[in-house]
C-alpha cells in the first residue's frame, strides 16, 4: 500500500492513536523554535498536531503527501499566519535556503527514503537555520529484534520501525547535530536539533 493511500485511510482515527502520546514532547520539541519571526516549514504536518502549540510570531507552511491529513489540519491553524501546501517531503517545493526553521516531527520514520528527506530539509534551511526532529529511531549497533520483526509489516502500514539517526545524518552534507535528547519510549523517541551550517 502506497504512503499516500495509508495515510489517506488513516487520517479519521490518527489522532485517536497518537495526540495523547505525543503532546508534551510535541510542546518540548516546539519550544526550541526561533525566538525572532521567521519562515517555519512544518514538513510532513498530518493532521496538524503540532499547531495548537506554535508561537504566533512566525509564518508557517504546512505541507503534507495528503489532501485527507491538510483538510484535518486547517481548522487547528486558529490566528497562525499559515498557507498549506500539498506535496512530497522527498522534493520539496521550495527554493534552496527560503526558510528559517523546519519542524519534521514524526516524518523521518515514515517516509519510503528519510535520507533524501532530511537532505530535502536542509536544502530549504537557511545558513544558520534549525531543524526540530522528533520521531522513533534506533540506536547504532542496536539489536531491537521485535521492531526489525515488526519492521516490513509497518512500514507497509504507518511507519519504519528501523531507521537509525546517525545512517541519516550522515548521509547529508551541511547538517550538524547540536542537541539530541530521549524523548518517549526509553529513548526510542528522539528529540533532536539540527542546524545548517
Known amino acids: 500500500m502506497s504512503l499516500r493511500r495509508s495515510y489517506t485511510l488513516l487520517a479519521p482515527v490518527y489522532d485517536l492513536a497518537v495526540d495523547r502520546a ?5 510542546r518540548n520539541s516546539l ?14 504536518i498530518g493532521t496538524g498536531l503540532d499547531l495548537p502549540h506554535l508561537p504566533q510570531r512566525h509564518r508557517y507552511v504546512g505541507l503534507d503527501l495528503t489532501g485527507a491529513m491538510l483538510r484535518r489540519a486547517l481548522p ?14 522527498h522534493r520539496l517545493p521550495f527554493a534552496d535556503a527560503s526558510f528559517d ?12 527514503q528519510p ?4 537532505a530535502e530539509i536542509g536544502r530549504v534551511l537557511k545558513p544558520g537555520g534549525e531543524a ?5 529511531f534506533l540506536q547504532r549497533g542496536q539489536a531491537a529484534l521485535l521492531r526489525r520483526l515488526l519492521n516490513p509489516l509497518a512500514r507497509r502500514v504507518a511507519t519504519r520501525l528501523d531507521v537509525v ?23 526510542w523517541f528522539r528529540q533532536i536539533r539540527l542546524r545548517r551550517y
Do not use: M, S
Not at 546517525?166 to 548521509?171: G, Q
Open 22 to 26: 505525543t503532546r508534551q514532547i510535541r
Open 31 to 44: 519550544a526550541q523554535l526561533p525566538r525572532q519571526a521567521g519562515r517555519i516549514l512544518l514538513a510532513g
Open 76 to 89: 487547528r491553524t486558529r490566528n497562525l499566519d499559515f498557507q498549506a501546501v500539498q506535496g512530497d517531503v
Open 101 to 112: 526553521g523546519v519542524v519534521a516531527h514524526l516524518i523521518l520514520a515514515v517516509v519510503p
Open 115 to 118: 535520507a533524501r528527506c532530511l
Open 132 to 136: 526540530l526532529i522528533l520521531d522513533k
Open 165 to 187: 539517526f546517525e545512517d541519516l545524518l550522515d548521509e547529508v552534507a551541511g547538517l550538524a547535530c547540536v542537541d539530541d535528547r530521549p524523548a518517549l519510549a526509553g529513548g
